[in-house]
């Protein structure tokens, strides 16, 4: 995939920065490998476990990136979102560690789980009716009443060099990769892991997964325009969102292909995750793993590096137990 | 808990010399905190990851170093144990990286998961009827057929010295501890950790968490003699064996104290690790966790290491998904 003319992106020292930022903040996920996979898969598996990372996932490096970047006068007003996930969490965490405030727009039917864990990371939670127009509405008043700076999940320069710093951390770790992969939702996972790879050592594919069932970001790729998500059918609830106007580009670019897999391939990925390597993983975290497990990638002897993205879930619903 | 005379076990030199010949196959496996985990008990946590060690559990540690202990003329014809558990696994594969065969006694009616994963290690394993008048039996025919070794799973110095390596790891990365805890099934893990901080900091206090439903080794302890373990009932099945003739005197003079604790708090510290650490823990692993969180030890403000002593369990049937 290349695109005709370079994205706007963040530079390998906005990504070096970046990780000097969190640092003090962040956990540097262990990388994990175990040899029943690898023996699986014909293939050397290393896992960089995201889902051990601040408010078990990724999104915690680009959110703490975009509130410890901002200066001090902007950031005394806070930050805002809306998002029911992991980003709403991470932004809320970040948000506590600098002492500002961190107001979240959430859908007025979230999960009371979701809405009791960004309470607890001490943010303020504004309800909204649960449609994307509201949401973005009532984004704006709040932004317009308090002054804070609207913080994208993944469609901002600073939460993409934020990500970017997890493949930044798995390259230095374990040399020698043949490929990188990501999950894709909104892309800042994957646009952040590509544009790092590509710097740091350009021999490095980065692949991406993605549910069959919510595959707007392989369409996007192939037709080269952002597909809005519509109805993604799919148990990785991370990754219903649509690229953005920055993700897209540099996905574009710099990355090698996007995977489709099957939803039953996806929970096998989970189990085997769960069973094997005895860590939580999120369904969404498991989808590159499904992709080479369904064997239609290249991989035999490759060393493969594997975001594994988080390890949100609700542990009275597995989808294995479903009945 | 002080005895009248100094046991027979391994000294610092054991360990350390048990630490280098497992470190070629056994992980180093990761230290993790948790901020959450830590505001609930008022404590630092450092858990030891042990439930990522190789096949699961601790318990390869003592099996590597059992196996690549043997001498040339005796490894060549195998070792041999009764176990149905992680023991039996650990030995399979310690074996198998050696080249060398493994027997394994198991009863009839053990779990096909357990004989599968035993087999996967390409263990001969050797059936028997459920009694352990008749598992004993067997082992001394297998024994005396094959000229295998026998390797205890944990009434063995070699197997105690390399259980030791655990604590090694720890108190070596993590500085100043006040308390490191362990389960205590058998004593093998339990045992070794506490000579190990003994040798290496005898300012640390050992603890040991034990489920009441299988309060042996803390009547053992407190009458001064070894009680057999008769009808355990708890769902820490790792823990329902006795101390053995080595691991008994070991325990009595060096660990502090045995906390024994509820079923149900053993199922709380279990999910509250798997929810907040995202990592699967077994329940025998989550009982000394358990111990903190009935909060009948001093442990505010204290720097405490919890060893996780494993992950292997059925994914199925989740205790808080029990009907």
């Known amino acids: 995939m290349t695109g005709d003319q370079k994205p706007e992106a963040p530079d390998l020292r906005a990504i070096r920065a970046a990780f000097k930022r969190i640092r003090p903040y962040a956990h540097q996920t262990p990388v994990l490998t175990c040899t029943s996979l690898n023996a699986m898969v014909g293939a050397e598996l290393f896992f960089k476990c995201e889902n051990l990372q601040k408010v078990g996932a990724f999104k915690f490096r680009g959110a703490a990136n975009a509130v410890f970047s901002l200066p001090e006068t902007k950031a005394a007003k806070g930050v805002a979102t809306h998002s029911s996930g992991n980003h709403a969490q991470a932004l809320a965490l970040a948000a506590r560690l600098r002492g500002i405030p961190a107001h979240i727009v959430m859908p007025e039917n979230s999960p009371k789980v979701k809405v009791a864990a960004v309470r607890g990371y001490g943010a303020r939670i504004v309800f909204c009716p649960p449609t994307q127009k509201d949401r973005e509405q009532t984004l704006e008043r709040v932004v317009a009443e308090t002054g804070a700076t609207f913080i994208h999940p993944y469609n901002n320069l600073r939460i993409i060099a934020g990500q970017g710093t997890c493949a930044l951390e798995l390259i230095e ?147 294995w137990l479903r009945r």
Chains 1, 2 share one sequence.
Request: overall charge negative.
């Open 173 to 319: 770790e374990i040399p020698g990769l043949d490929i990188v992969m990501a999950p894709v939702g909104g892309g800042g996972l994957l646009s952040g892991t590509a544009l790092c790879c590509h710097y740091v050592n350009p021999e490095i594919q980065v692949i991406a997964g993605e549910p069959k069932g919510a595959d707007d970001a392989f369409r996007s790729i192939r037709d080269g325009r952002i597909y809005p998500s519509e109805n993604p059918i799919t148990i990785a609830d991370g990754l219903r969102t649509c690229l953005g106007s920055l993700t897209f580009p540099i996905i574009r670019r710099y990355v090698e292909k996007i995977v489709t897999v099957e939803e039953e391939s996806i929970v096998a990925a989970m189990r085997h995750i769960w069973e094997r390597m005895k860590i939580l993983v999120e369904p969404s975290a498991a989808v590159p793993f499904a992709a080479v497990l369904e064997g239609t990638l290249q991989v035999r002897d490759k060393r493969i590096g594997i975001i594994l993205s988080g390890g949100n879930l609700d542990l009275d619903t597995l989808p």
